[in-house]
């Protein structure tokens, strides 16, 4: 099983450009998450699935949206990228429905400089 | 809120020293309590967890105490080794609107060497 992927593993935007993260799990999971991390502020949860067909906002979902297109894969879009979206990006996926207990399987996470 | 509180890295440990990586919390009700680590050029995986008050979490040599007097959950390992060079998220998970919420603390990095 490769458990969690990730496309691409690096990108560089210019400001104002658009682009799409791809993520997919090979798990059988029923939900998954988006999460950046920065400097000094450990990950912080931008949008969440807890099952397909249904999204949620975390804590930072401003400048982003998400699509849960099937089961496996949970994609996020920055419409019009700004340098404050520069971040590593990592995808995530649990098991169940989002259950206190759960533990979260992470991919390699995506790094994204927005100039 | 809930939110998690880690010491500042990096942690510089010859092989063999004693581990110790501080973590507090603020939680409402009953949190679960996790450790993950990131290898270098890695995503984080889970390392241990504990679910209840007084659990303790094991794996690969590391141990946490989930005390609730304290509100702390200490990462410890009794002989380091290069290989655990890494950097240490303490997380605690909360049930808000009925879903999982993972709130990680900043990361602590540690750094072995031979």
């Given amino acids: 099983n490769a458990g969690v992927t990730q496309t691409p593993k690096f990108q560089v935007l210019k400001?104002?450009?658009?682009?799409?993260?791809?993520?997919?799990?090979?798990?059988?999971?029923?939900?998954?998450?988006?999460?950046?991390?920065?400097?000094?502020?450990?990950?912080?949860?931008?949008?969440y699935s807890a099952?397909?067909?249904?999204?949620?906002?975390?804590?930072?979902?401003n400048g982003y949206n998400v699509s849960r297109l099937n089961k496996r894969e949970f994609s996020l879009r920055l419409e019009s990228a700004a340098p404050s979206q520069t971040s590593v990006y990592f995808c995530a996926s649990s098991m169940?429905?989002?259950?206190?207990?759960?533990?979260?399987?992470?991919?390699?996470?995506?790094?994204?400089l927005v100039l | 809120?809930?939110?998690?509180?880690?010491?500042?890295?990096?942690?510089?440990?010859?092989?063999?020293?004693?581990?110790?990586?501080?973590?507090t919390y603020t939680a409402t009700g009953y949190p679960s309590l996790f450790w993950y680590v990131?290898?270098?050029?890695?995503?984080?995986q889970l390392l241990l967890k504990a679910t209840k008050a007084d659990d303790k979490g094991s794996n690969k040599?590391?141990?946490?105490?989930?005390?609730?007097?304290?509100?702390?959950?200490h990462l410890e390992k009794g002989s380091v080794q290069v290989s655990d060079s890494a950097v240490y998220f303490c997380a605690l998970s909360a049930v808000n609107t009925g879903f999982q919420k993972l709130v990680f603390g900043t990361g602590t990095r540690l750094l072995v060497s031979p």
């Avoid at chain 1, 099952?51 to 979902?61: H, L, M, Y």
């Fill in chain 2, 1 to 23: 809120g809930n939110s998690v509180t880690q010491m500042e890295g990096p942690v510089t440990l010859s092989e063999e020293a004693f581990l110790t990586i501080n973590c």
């Fill in chain 2, 38 to 44: 990131q290898y270098p050029g890695e995503g984080l």
């Fill in chain 1, 51 to 61: 099952s397909e067909g249904t999204t949620d906002k975390g804590e930072v979902p």
């Fill in chain 1, 96 to 112: 169940g429905q989002g259950g206190v207990q759960e533990t979260q399987y992470f991919g390699p996470g995506t790094r994204l």
């Fill in chain 1, 15 to 47: 400001t104002g450009q658009s682009m799409t993260l791809q993520c997919a799990q090979d798990m059988n999971h029923n939900s998954m998450y988006w999460y950046r991390q920065d400097p000094g502020m450990g990950l912080r949860l931008i949008y």
């Fill in chain 2, 61 to 73: 040599g590391f141990e946490a105490t989930y005390r609730k007097e304290t509100t702390s959950f």
